[in-house]
């Protein structure tokens, strides 16, 4: 998780979703201090259940239907992420981190903008279609790219964005990526 050191060193609070059963326990034995949920993000803006495949940290949503269930998949209950929020009484939020393997834009878009203050985000993207796209969808919510680096030997891109009126009071190339 990218928000355990933030956890660890510098007293972030948060609620950290996780809709993989395995890592979810695992996220359990390591005594968060943060709110934690064993479901995943809706795609839409209402609950609904999915079929997710189980595989380790690059589990993801396989469908939408359900039927014969492979033993590598589980149904898990999504939620939209405002109705996390309103659960935990909290609209303004500080850093968002996103990374779904490959339905980030279909859930940043069930974001009521107007209802919830992010300020930071950070945004994966496993395409060059996709960061396309969703820096476009971000630009369009007043959002500014602020850096852009790859990982996984360049397959995957996480796109970190500030609100245009949140200043970053540090240079992104004195960022210590960990």
Not at 116 to 145: A, C, F, H, P, W
């Amino acid at each position: 998780s990218n928000t355990l050191k933030f956890e660890k060193d510098f007293g972030w609070r948060g609620l950290l979703i996780e809709a993989d059963p395995v890592n979810y326990e695992s996220l359990l034995e390591k005594n968060r201090k943060s709110w934690s949920v064993n479901r995943c993000l809706s795609l839409k803006t209402r609950p609904t259940k999915v079929m997710f495949k189980l595989d380790f940290s690059v589990g993801r949503v396989v469908n939408e239907t359900r039927g014969d269930t492979p033993y590598w998949q589980r149904e898990v209950e999504c939620l939209p992420l405002y109705s996390l929020m309103l659960a935990l009484n909290v609209s303004t939020i500080d850093y968002f981190s996103l990374d779904v393997e490959g339905d980030e834009l279909p859930i940043l878009k069930t974001i009521p903008w107007d209802k919830l203050n992010i300020k930071t985000l950070s945004v994966e993207s496993l395409s060059k279609t996709k960061t396309k796209q969703i820096l476009k969808y971000m630009n369009d919510r007043g959002y500014k790219l602020y850096i852009e680096f790859s990982h996984y030997m360049g397959h995957d891109h996480d796109l970190i964005f500030h609100r245009n009126d949140v200043i970053p009071k540090i240079r992104a190339s004195s960022i210590k990526w960990f």
